[in-house]
């Protein structure tokens, strides 16, 4: 097994660190130029980006980005899933300037007809009947976090550690020495102690999913297919299985979050892999970059919470907690609509996820040839590398090969040669546009900047 030498890694990384900063002056200058934004940038996460300072945008079409130096990419961070039906894709656009400028009304509080399909268009894909919409994944989370409290009457969230749902409070949080949840390093100001929301298990191991219910406080079981967010951690066989069973066994709810697992196919992976899930939450993608999220509730869900309407004590139209003034507005249905029926499509999924089966084995490929000690993880048409072997089965095993300093080094190595990969992580997604050659100069790039440190 190759081993990583660390003086040859920041000799690297310092000659891609000048080439980067020779090579956008223009984005430069505008991030020192932006002094009245927090942190230079319109949303803090931004900084996220390799470098000092982020490319700043001059357009974008399917999978390709330009930035403002006129420096063209292929683009595979996809706006960290948002963009996964590429950026901008035509019948999203035709949809948004019949809604926006042909017939008039983006925000107006009344329904249009778009949400139907849309919520019909859900249940096809994901199985629950009753469909409610946001603004985003995150708000998706939290109002549906507050509908399962109220269905069950009990006070806590069962999250993985090293979820990411978004920022939601309940899942900012670890298991701590005495088992108890505690908040995650950098949880900015929590508003109460996490152990008083949150119980938290490992994922795959369903002996912690079962201590953690058997206390007989949770509300719901929050969770990807798949975690995501800390490289692409897979279910073992029988895991998903198990979850149903326990929180069945422990009258607790399972609900999926679908935002980013999507990638698994049409049906994301709630239909890929036959999961039963009561509630669901999906954002992002589903209307093609334009803001939006949605969540389904099963019958028995839906049913619970409108016994509590009825009676009174529950508020879903006003001020009870769940809900926004621009949430299920008629742009966001429009998009939603169109970019459902005509972008992400059977044959899409199909398409991205073949290529994402090719970029696989060319990572693959390369950590073989240098005998490299990474893994590579796809789920449908995204994959990710992640800097340890064997693949990890948990989010603290995955989380313990996080390295800061190797991330800086592919991500700035990658964008000096035309290839953009997500900031948080080694993310590679696969949009309609995506190309075979796109995939290929992928797989050239990886063998090269790989090989620079362990050749
Ligand atoms: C699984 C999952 N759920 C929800 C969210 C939140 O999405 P948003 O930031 O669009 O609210 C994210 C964001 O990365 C996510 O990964």
């Not at 230079?40 to 930035?67: C, E, I, K, Q």
């Not at 389904?296 to 009676?311: D, I, K, P, Y």
């Not at 990710?384 to 996080?402: I, K, N, Q």
Request: net charge negative; proline share 5%.
């Amino acid at each position: 097994m190759a081993d990583l030498d660390r003086t040859r890694l920041a000799a690297l990384l310092e000659a891609e660190q000048a080439a980067y900063t020779d090579k956008h002056p223009r984005s430069r200058a505008l991030f020192e130029e932006a002094t009245n934004l927090f942190g230079r940038v319109p949303m803090t996460w931004m900084n996220m980006w390799s470098g000092g300072f982020p490319l700043y945008l001059d357009h974008a079409r399917g999978n390709r980005v330009t930035d403002v130096d006129g420096h063209s990419y292929v683009d595979f961070a996809l706006g960290d899933t948002g963009a996964m039906a590429g950026h901008s894709p035509e019948a999203t656009l035709a949809a948004v300037q019949r809604r926006a400028a042909d017939r008039g009304g983006i925000t107006t509080m009344l329904p249009t007809e778009d949400a139907q399909w849309v919520g019909a268009e859900l249940e096809r894909r994901f199985g629950m009947p009753v469909w409610s919409f946001t603004l985003s994944a995150t708000d998706a989370n939290r109002w549906a976090i507050r509908l399962a409290r109220l269905a069950t009457g009990r006070p806590k969230i069962l999250v993985f550690a090293y979820c990411y749902h978004g920022s939601v409070d309940e899942a900012f949080a670890l298991p701590g020495p005495d088992g108890k949840a505690q908040s995650r390093p950098g949880n900015v100001a929590p508003p109460v102690d996490l152990d008083l929301t949150t119980r938290v298990a490992t994922w795959n191991d369903l002996v912690s999913v079962e201590a953690a219910l058997a206390n007989g406080d949770v509300a719901a079981i929050l969770t990807e297919p798949a975690l995501t967010n800390i490289g692409i951690v897979l279910p073992e066989p029988g895991f998903h299985e198990g979850l149903r069973e326990l929180a069945t066994r422990y009258g607790t709810l399972l609900m999926v979050d679908e935002t980013h697992t999507l990638s698994a196919g049409w049906g994301g992976a709630i239909r890929e892999w036959g999961l039963e899930p009561d509630i669901v939450v999906v954002g992002k993608s589903i209307g093609g970059g334009i803001p939006c999220g949605a969540y389904g509730l099963s019958r028995e869900v839906a049913e619970a919470v409108t016994r509590h309407t009825e009676v009174g004590d529950a508020d879903i139209v006003d001020v009870g907690g769940v809900g926004g003034t621009l949430a299920g507005n008629a742009l966001s249905t429009a998009a939603m609509r169109a970019t459902l029926g005509e972008v992400l499509t059977p044959a899409a999924f199909g398409r991205m996820t073949e290529l994402a089966t090719a970029y696989t084995a060319g990572v693959q490929e390369t950590l073989d040839e240098l005998d490299v000690p990474w893994t590579v993880t796809q789920l449908g048409a995204r994959a990710e590398y992640r800097f340890t072997r064997p693949t990890p089965r948990t989010g603290e095993e995955s989380a313990a090969a996080a390295d800061e300093q190797l991330d800086a080094y592919l991500h700035l190595a990658m964008v000096n040669r035309g290839i953009l990969m997500t900031p948080f992580h080694n993310m590679a997604l696969m949009c309609p546009q995506t190309s075979r050659a796109d995939v290929d100069r992928h797989t050239e790039v990886f063998r090269e900047v790989v090989g620079a440190l362990y050749g």
